[in-house]
């Protein structure tokens, strides 16, 4: 069995407009990628009206058909569908449900998949030890994870303006228990002999905008916090979002190790 020496970072929500941002970065920076996608062209079109070239998709990336229920195909995205023995360097997780309305007074809004974030949390983690058992030589290079979550959902500060405080403790009730579960799985599986290097988990105010890179206001103007010491703001812009994942974790060289394990909270 042959091993990589192309190193590459796992994009799982590539479809979704932070991770889509922090996509279009990795790439025009000349980083090699993987994605999981439902349909490829898709992801495909997404990046060329973005602005990447087809010969950069051609080169750089690699997209893998699936689902997040699909293990197999979590596990060709995270080993860039090949035999070698490299796994992903990273794993960018901007993995979301869709908003659905329904008649609760209590829980107005759910989405169509209650536990997606949960899940694929599960499903990654699942894929990981799968391939650590197979090919033991691959534990040596665990990778890191970071995941978008989103403010409202910590247990230590209030991290959201007095104004939208009852919008994302009951409105957004059912979807917010979901990121807290993700959180939770994600750090249970990071550290040494877990299945993450580490984790850094991101949490956005409200997200507003597209993943177009050209419409986002830049990373640079962001408010970053804590959990301890949140950044407490209305709202921030998708691409600026992954723009700062790009610019702080992905393109540092240490996978993001300064912020393993925390919390950090975005707004403008």
Known sequence: MTTS??????????????????????????????????????????????????STINSQLTIVKGDISDIPAIKSVLTNNSTTLQLASQIISGIGGTPQMQMSLRRPVTIDNPEICATATKNIVQALQEIY???????????????????????????????????????????HKDKKEMERLVLENSGSGRAFRGAVIVRPSLLMGDQSVKRGQGWEKLKVGHEEKPAVGYTVHRADVGEWIFEKVVKTGDYGESFFGQKVTLTK
Do not use: W
């Open 5 to 54: 020496t192309t190193s590459f970072i796992s994009f799982f929500g590539a479809t979704g407009g932070c991770t889509n941002a922090c996509l279009v970065h990795t790439l025009n920076a000349g980083f090699h990628a993987t994605a999981l996608a439902r349909t490829p062209s898709k992801l495909t079109d997404m990046l060329l009206a973005q602005g990447v070239a087809q």
């Open 133 to 175: 058992e197979a090919q033991p030589l691959t534990a040596q290079h665990r990778p890191s994870i970071t995941v978008i979550s989103t403010t409202g959902v910590s247990d230590v500060k209030e991290d959201v303006p007095f104004g939208f405080q009852t919008l994302y403790h009951v409105v957004l009730a059912d979807p």
